[in-house]
């Protein structure tokens, strides 16, 4: 502890002398350009340094030991990166009522730590028809799905997330979706509906060679059969308490192809993966509270559990066949609740937030009462010697699985950020995992990360 407590004071001070000796200029501002629209050019430079054990620095699951290449994770290391830095344009069209987004990060191949490219996130265009308090609107672009809230934890900023916070991996879709704003003296309603091309949610994503690799009885292919359509209704409304509080309620699907059966007898069959949520914000003075809660039926590409890289996705494959040829739809639960203090009105340049999130799958392939027989975790479990041991206790072997689904994953954090500066921020963070997988779903792992970040936006 003393030696992390010494490394961490090394890296906050490395910050301090490059804010004083070596400012980044903040050359945002407005360009009028062809068509009288106005471009807003700004980002941020986002670094993460810290160390963790059991998992990777920036993660929402506990490694199992017994997973191939994971024999070493459990040591305490050091990483760091500055591969989710963002660039962004707005764009304004007042005489037209036409405003859009782009943003872009260098994260393009993957987990934190091994971008390799540029990665477009949002691009999208909104028309509205009105300015007054009855407001129609129109989206066309690439944007958030729905019922997706920003989360305390500083994981929110890379996209990595802890488990059960439905921030920790936002999905940008394709999307046509239109809506009505309304404000009256005490509140004021957003309603959207639209068309989504969600079939990344619904598993296609998500489908993992670990999960379908047993011949005759594993799903081949997921794909988009009709467009996918979503309807959210948020609400905003005075409390008294301070702030306006949020609440909102979401719902979401897309019909898909799921290709199944062997290589020379391919089946096909519809399904719909759907997934509805809801979530509220209430801020009290100085203080805000948020919590939500979400249900998937066949579209787990919305409850990604990230964990170490190269090994494969750890979230269960969104729909499965057994060998009586029926299609199943994994199950999740996902959930958090958080808050944060504002200490800037005490004339203290701080926020101080932490908070609790859970995933939890059911009827996923290899759970209690699922009949697939042949892509089941049997081969996987204790005791097989057809896998190299790696480890022994006393109580427990683990074996050199390939890769096994996550059963259940919980998070606490707690976390403290120091506005240095308007442009400037620097923020420390404690992570803390529960994870327990399907080959061994009595056993628990815990995984720990103190990291620190420092964000300067232009």
Not at 293 to 305: E, F
Request: aromatic content about 12%; hydrophobic content about 40%.
């Amino acid at each position: 502890m003393r030696k992390l407590f010494l490394l961490l004071t090394a890296v906050f001070a490395v910050f301090l002398l490059s804010a004083v000796f070596a400012p980044i200029p903040a050359i945002a501002g407005t360009v009028t350009i062809a068509g009288n629209t106005n471009l807003t050019i700004g980002g941020f430079i986002l670094g993460y340094y810290g160390e963790s054990s059991n998992q990777n620095l920036i993660s929402s699951q506990a490694n199992n030991p017994g997973i191939v290449n994971t024999a070493t994770s459990n040591s305490t290391k050091f990483s760091g990166t500055l591969d989710f830095t963002r660039l962004w344009l707005n764009l304004d069209n007042k005489p037209e009522g036409i405003t859009g987004y782009v943003s872009a990060d260098f994260n393009g191949s993957g987990p934190q730590g091994t971008g390799e490219g540029i990665r477009l996130r949002r691009a999208y265009l909104i028309k509205s028809f009105d300015e007054s308090n009855f407001t129609p609107w129109i989206e066309i672009g690439q944007d958030y799905n729905l019922g997706q809230p920003v989360g305390f934890s500083f994981t929110a900023y890379q996209n990595a997330g802890l488990a059960g916070d439905e921030a920790s991996v936002p999905i940008w879709v394709p999307q046509i979706m239109v809506g009505t704003k309304i404000k009256t003296a005490e509140v004021t309603l957003n309603p959207e509906i639209g068309l989504m091309d969600i079939q990344g949610e619904s598993g296609s994503d998500n489908y993992t060679e670990f999960m379908s690799n047993a011949g005759d009885s594993g799903v081949q292919s997921i794909s988009a059969s009709a467009p996918g359509f979503g309807v959210k209704l948020p609400v905003d409304f005075k409390t008294g308490f301070g702030a306006p509080a949020s609440l909102y309620g979401a719902f979401e699907g897309q019909y898909v192809n799921v290709s199944y059966g062997s290589s020379t007898a391919v089946l096909k069959k519809t399904e719909f993966g759907w997934a509805a949520s809801g979530g509220i914000s209430i801020p009290v003075s100085f203080v805000t509270f948020m919590g939500d809660i979400q249900y998937t039926h066949g579209m787990t590409g919305l409850n990604t559990v990230l964990g170490q890289e190269n090994l494969g996705n750890y979230t269960p494959e969104a729909f499965w066949s057994n060998t009586g040829n029926n299609v199943n739809a994994t199950k999740a639960i996902q959930w958090d609740a958080q808050a944060k203090i504002n200490l800037a009105q005490f004339g203290a340049p701080v926020n101080i937030a932490g908070g609790y999130s859970k995933v939890s799958f059911s009827n996923y392939n290899g759970a209690e009462g699922a009949t697939n027989l042949a892509d089941n975790y049997t081969a996987w479990s204790k005791g097989n010697t057809s896998y190299q041991t790696i480890s022994t206790t006393p109580t427990i072997t683990y074996m050199s699985y390939d890769a096994s689904p996550i059963r259940n994953s919980s998070s606490i954090f707690a976390n403290i950020g120091w506005n240095v500066t308007k442009s400037m921020m620097l923020g420390l963070e404690w992570d803390n995992n529960l994870t327990s997988y399907a080959v061994d779903p009595g056993a628990y792992f815990h995984s720990n990360a103190v990291y620190m970040i420092g964000m300067y936006s232009f």
